[in-house]
């Protein structure tokens, strides 16, 4: 399996100022250009064909300048089954544990235990068979868009939405930049891009650290993909010495063919930043 970094040139002051700004028009700006790229992110999910007409309804109001829609948050299960002891029953262990006898122990746990598993069973019923196997519509990637431009409650459970949508507010507000030696790397690729940097106790805002130190913007991340990750103008132009460094030591290894090209790359990134005092966004997937 490959992976790939995306990278673009884009104001950070920008993308701040904007979410949370509850600017309508921008938001229907964004969704209605990129329409075609957030569905295809929504295609991701497991019920998207079961709510597809529905999904195309949200985003035609979107267009609109409609934002009525809004997504009914879900909320984590409550763990009912597990109860922490009583005073009384953390007393009874401790002295059963004290005294040494095990058959004390066990009794104490035999007892605890008891009727667990009998309701646990009683719970498995068709009623909640069905409630399990019953679809639940998820958050669109155009509605996380408006969630972070309007400022709405958002969702923890969707934060690869979120993720792509900040994406897709990148694309549109800043500018994409090529970068051939990150597409299709394998998973060690930051691993030796880590183990390239200077050896100087982390004083260096290093590149792995940079791919994926978050989201600039309050947003739930991801569990997984997309990866997300920041830097400022300024911090590249800091950085800069050691990354060159890190460049000519690599050009010096024989066995460094990659990470010569992929730090040629990220060096051409942070001279594009610089130059035109405009930030850099990443997303790992």
């Not at 999910?45 to 999904?55: A, K, M, N, P």
């Not at 909320?75 to 007393?91: I, K, N, R």
Request: with cysteine.
């Amino acid at each position: 399996m490959s992976y790939s970094v995306s990278t673009y040139l884009v104001s950070l002051d920008k993308l701040r100022s904007i979410c949370g700004s509850g600017d309508t028009k921008l938001a229907q700006e964004i969704i209605a250009a990129h329409q075609e790229s957030l569905e295809g992110t929504d295609a991701m999910g497991e019920y998207f064909e079961v709510f597809q007409d529905d999904y195309e309804e949200e985003y035609e109001a979107y267009k609109k300048g409609d934002f009525s829609h809004q997504h009914q948050i879900w909320e984590e299960p409550e763990d009912d089954d597990e109860e922490d002891l009583t005073a009384e029953q953390q007393a009874e262990l401790i002295d059963a544990l004290k005294s040494g006898d095990n058959k004390k122990v066990f009794d104490f746990i035999e007892n605890a235990m008891e009727g667990m598993f009998d309701e646990e069973d009683e719970d498995l019923g068709d009623d909640d068979e069905e409630e399990d196997d019953e679809p639940l519509r998820e958050l669109t990637a155009g509605g996380a868009v408006a969630d972070m431009i309007l400022g709405r409650p958002k969702d923890a459970n969707f934060g690869y939405k979120y993720g792509y949508g900040l994406e897709t507010m990148c694309r549109h507000l800043g500018k994409h930049i090529d970068g051939d030696a990150w597409q299709s790397i394998n998973y060690r690729a930051l691993d030796l891009i880590a183990a390239a940097g200077p050896k100087d106790g982390g004083q260096t805002l290093w590149i792995d650290v940079l791919l994926q130190r978050g989201s600039p913007v309050e947003m739930p991340l991801p569990f997984d993909f997309p990866t997300i990750g920041y830097a400022s103008w300024q911090e590249l132009e800091k950085g800069k010495p050691a990354f060159e460094a890190a460049y000519s030591a690599a050009e010096d290894n024989p066995d460094a063919d990659w990470e010569v090209e992929a730090l040629d790359d990220f060096l051409k990134w942070v001279d594009q930043a610089i130059t035109q005092k405009t930030d850099l966004m990443f997303f790992y997937y």
